[in-house]
């Protein structure tokens, strides 16, 4: 094993290297760099690491724009480690790491870096302990990244449970307060978090299924105006025209007017829409939207 701590100023470009039999990590403390590995190019940013694979060539494709500073090590796998093109479903089971990620425990793979170069490798323990400090910071990389990977998928699961309690509870508008409670969180967290798994806010996402609904309606339906506002959910008839105009730029007439044809030539409706049960009988050739929203409680679980 071998390894250290490279610092270069702006204009800097790597040399082409060739790696015999050895893997190369490249923990990169700031960046960017610019490497072609096996004709493929990868931007290395700061706070973001790369593995260069055995058998294969390096070159730098472009200058660094600024100083850079990275950590590199080379080191060796055992035979039975594989270069997979698809992460297996068990991944629990293995040292999983993609070829360029991020790594946001820096701090504590910097000082098992720092530990690791501090033996000299000049005896057979010193070796032992680099195979044991090189495999503890491949562990601990690949931990970091299936936490980071689970905590999201365990956001998004979340959120996706609300936006479907969002659908079945509409006829209530129910506030950010109360999907807060829903899933037992602060209501401010739940804002921060629903925009950042979903694009929008709450309050917006709440709008925007209302006037899908809306939009839906006057095109597969001969409803009224205000017949359509009050089965979007909206109680208030001008709001839903102000409403509707700024989100479409045209009155529910004239949107009427200009899409009919083409929908009734498509006639297709999103099955997540909360239709009202007593609309659906209007409605042609629709798929089934699951279970409508009934006139009952706004329900916490």
């Known amino acids: 094993m071998i390894g250290g701590l490279f610092n270069a100023n702006t204009g800097w470009q790597h040399a082409k290297r060739y790696h015999r039999g050895d893997y190369e990590l490249i923990l990169c403390t700031k960046g960017p760099l610019y490497l072609k590995i096996e004709n493929k190019d990868f931007k290395v940013q700061t706070g973001e690491f790369i593995i260069i694979p055995p058998f294969t060539t ?20 055992p035979k039975n480690t594989l270069i997979i093109s698809k992460v297996p479903k068990n ?14 425990n820096q701090s ?20 032992l302990a680099a195979n044991h400090f090189i495999s503890i910071i491949l562990i601990e990389l690949s931990k970091n990244l299936f936490k980071a990977s689970t905590k999201k998928s365990e956001k998004e699961t979340k959120i996706n449970e609300l936006k479907e309690w969002i659908r079945t509870n509409i006829y209530q508008s129910p506030t950010v307060a109360d999907m807060a409670k829903y899933l037992q969180i602060n209501p401010q967290y739940l804002s921060r978090l629903f925009k950042k798994v979903v694009g929008i806010s709450p309050k917006k996402y709440l709008l925007k299924l209302k006037l899908e609904t809306a939009q839906a309606l006057l095109i597969r339906t001969n409803l009224s105006v205000k017949e359509v506002a009050n089965n979007s959910y909206f109680t208030n008839e001008k709001l839903f025209l102000r409403q ?39 409605l042609t050739d629709i798929p089934d939207p699951g279970e409508a929203p009934q006139k009952k409680e706004l329900r916490h679980y």
Do not use: C, V
């Open 108 to 127: 504590q793979i910097i000082i098992l870096i720092h530990q690791l170069l501090a033996l000299n490798n000049q005896n057979y323990d010193d070796r």
């Open 91 to 104: 991944i629990t089971k293995y040292i999983f790491l993609p070829q360029l990620a991020t790594f946001t």
């Open 244 to 282: 509707f105009k700024q989100s479409t730029g045209l009155t529910p007439s004239q949107y009427r007017t200009q899409f009919n044809d083409i929908y009734h030539n498509n006639q297709t409706i999103s099955p997540i829409l909360p239709i009202p049960e007593e609309i659906t009988k209007h």
């Open 58 to 77: 390096m070159i730098g494709y472009h200058p660094s724009p600024n100083d850079i500073e990275f950590y590199w090590l080379h080191f060796f796998l």
